[in-house]
């Protein structure tokens, strides 16, 4: 079953808008929390991630809000630029154990920013 | 820079030919990992191995697939025989782990467009 619930599956925002992007979790061994960013026809890199010890963490216009309590996290992208259009993934792995390093990843929100 | 290579970029066959897809990890990477793209299913881990052992090829068809590392900088996955089902982007990727080295990204490749007719 999916392990990272991602919504919505697509966002279309106006410039200088923001845009949210939502991730729920079951798994409380989930220990890191990155946010993925795919162009297309490139594969995903990693925008920002975050570990459950904060519950935000910023870098330029992006966002990270978590809440530990509510197994949630959410992607904010402030004032959003036509440049932002792309798909983005929310993802979560564990620090130990098995299967350490994998990443279980939400299913993808394709955002649109119009101009 | 360094970046993950994968060949071919695009690929289109006919229904029942195998099919080789091939990764160069980055230099120094431990974990490989094997996903594929579709609208439908979004991201799916198909594979992936750790020093060139496999950790976990649950995600993939048995009989069909194989994921092999015949050395360290050199990944492969293999579709024998394919069929149109298979078509999708798939992805290959490698990261640092384990030995004390908490949380590093996986570094994507741009991926093989594979269709199959």
């Known amino acids: 079953q999916q392990q990272v619930k991602q919504s919505p599956q697509s966002l279309i925002v106006q410039k200088g808008g923001i845009s949210i992007i939502n991730c729920a979790y079951e798994?409380?061994?989930?220990?890191?929390f990155p946010w993925y960013q795919q162009f297309p026809g490139k594969g995903p890199a990693l925008l920002i991630a975050i570990r459950p010890d904060v519950s935000e963490k910023k870098e330029g216009r992006f966002t990270i809000s978590f809440n530990k309590s509510a197994k949630q996290f959410s992607l904010h992208i402030m004032d959003s630029q036509p440049g932002d259009s792309a798909t983005y993934f929310c993802?979560?792995?564990?620090?130990?154990?098995?299967?350490?390093?994998?990443?279980?990843f939400g299913r993808g929100t394709q955002l649109t920013v119009w101009p | 820079d360094a970046r993950v290579t994968q060949t071919p970029r695009h690929k289109v066959t006919e229904m029942g030919q195998e099919v080789t897809m091939r990764c160069q990890p980055i230099?120094?990477?431990?974990?490989v990992f094997w996903y594929r793209q579709t609208m439908m299913q979004g991201l799916e881990l198909l594979a992936y191995f750790r020093n060139r052992a496999p950790l976990d090829d649950s995600g993939m068809p048995k009989d069909r697939f194989s994921a092999e590392m015949p050395d360290a900088t050199l990944a492969t996955l293999k579709i024998q025989p394919s069929e149109p089902r298979d078509s999708a982007v798939y992805f290959c990727?490698?990261?640092?782990?384990?030995?004390?080295?908490?949380?590093?990204?996986?570094?994507f490749g741009d991926g093989t467009r594979l269709s199959i007719l």
């Open positions: 990727a490698s990261g640092l782990v384990g030995g004390g080295i908490r949380n590093q990204p996986q570094h």
């Open positions: 230099l120094g990477h431990n974990t």
């Open positions: 798994n409380t061994a989930f220990d890191y």
């Open positions: 993802a979560a792995s564990r620090a130990r154990g098995s299967t350490l390093g994998r990443l279980y």
